[in-house]
Nanobody, 128 residues
């Protein structure tokens, strides 16, 4: 069983930045496509960003975060990151990371079958 532990959330003012981390226990972490999702109060969970397995050559972002958020991975540390800049109150949510062996980066946001493993989430609150 793979365990994912997110960290780095917190309270930040609008315009500020945060970097989320997701540490995975999987020995084969580098084989997994990895994504970040978020869920705001009263809303459905939504896709944020995804990065392909191995070198992470392919990335995909939701339109709402494109140009502000950057996803990256460090396979040596079994960790995926989400650098969030220019945060606004609409970014307030619980952020979850997820791993999937078969769902492509482009489909992680639309596939109901995604994902194999999920973390417990980390709260991000952006004040105006």
């Amino acid at each position: 069983q793979v365990q994912l532990v997110e960290s780095g959330g917190g309270l930040v003012q609008a315009g500020g930045s945060l970097r989320l981390s997701c540490a995975a226990s999987a020995r084969t972490f580098n084989r997994y496509n990895t994504g970040w999702f978020r869920q705001a109060p009263g809303k459905e969970r939504e896709f944020v960003a995804a990065i392909s397995s191995m070198s992470g050559a392919n990335t995909h972002y939701a339109d709402s975060v494109k140009g502000r958020f950057t996803i990256s991975r460090d396979n040596a540390k079994n960790t995926v990151y989400l650098q969030m800049n220019s945060l606004n109150p609409e970014d307030t949510a619980v952020y979850y990371c997820a791993l999937d062996l078969s769902t492509t980066v482009q489909n992680m946001g639309i596939s109901r079958a995604c994902c194999d493993y999920w973390g417990q989430g980390t709260q991000v609150t952006v004040s105006s």
